[in-house]
Structure formats: structure tokens, C-alpha cells
């Protein structure tokens, strides 16, 4: 290979500056839009919402925690997880389709039946 054909190191510089500012940019606008959305969250109480963060809180405290050589894995030790509520009523059953019975086969206008093609 001829190194006349490579573009200079100032080129590459510059291509990877562009790349990661505008995938930064990205992030950053990610970052803005989901934090909007669960701010809109709806909460019915104060309250609700603080114990959801110490929650938060205590399983970090918990995976945070340095593990000893031979001790048991951080997985086994973690905080017990928020207890999640039953829905709220049963969904109605669905109703079984009845079969129709077999008739005569599918027609083109004209009378003559469908096929597949044979290949």
C-alpha cells in the first residue's frame, strides 16, 4: 500500500471529534427526554413516591456492597424486591370459535377453482 493514498491524521482527528459530539448530543437528548416522561409520571401521593426512591435507594446500598473472596454471590444477598400488586380484577374468558363445517372450495369469477401454482 502506498501511504500517498491515506488521508492524513488530521482528517481521522477531526471525522472521530464530529462522530462523538453528535453522538453525545444524542445521549444527552435521550437523557432530557426520558427524564421529562417520568417526571409526568402520575403519583397519587408524596409519599408514594419517597418510598419508591428509599426502595431505590436500598437495593443500590445493597449491590454496592464489596464482596469477599469465597463469599456468596452480591445476587444472593440483594435487597428482597418491591413487592408487586395483584391485578386488580380477572379478565373475562374468551369465547370458543365454532368450526364451520367443510364446503365447497374457494372459485375464481367464472367458476374455475383456486390452485396453487405447480412449480
Excluded: Y
Excluded at 413487592?83 to 368450526?99: D, E, Q, Y
Excluded at 367443510?102 to 375464481?108: E, S
Amino acid at each position: 500500500m502506498d501511504r500517498r493514498n491515506h488521508p492524513p491524521a488530521a482528517f481521522w482527528g477531526e471525522s472521530l471529534n464530529f462522530w462523538c459530539r453528535l453522538w453525545q448530543a444524542q445521549i444527552e437528548q435521550s437523557l432530557r427526554f426520558w427524564g421529562t416522561m417520568a417526571a409526568q409520571l402520575p403519583r397519587p401521593t408524596s409519599a408514594q413516591l419517597a418510598s419508591e426512591a428509599e426502595s431505590i435507594a436500598e437495593s443500590m446500598k445493597a449491590t454496592r456492597k464489596p464482596v469477599a473472596r469465597g463469599a456468596a454471590p452480591a445476587r444472593a444477598t440483594a435487597a428482597k424486591p418491591v413487592a408487586v400488586k395483584a391485578a386488580p380484577t380477572k379478565l373475562p374468558r374468551a369465547k370458543p370459535i365454532s368450526a364451520k363445517p367443510a364446503g365447497k372450495p374457494a372459485t375464481k369469477p367464472g367458476g374455475v377453482p383456486l390452485q396453487a401454482p405447480v412449480h
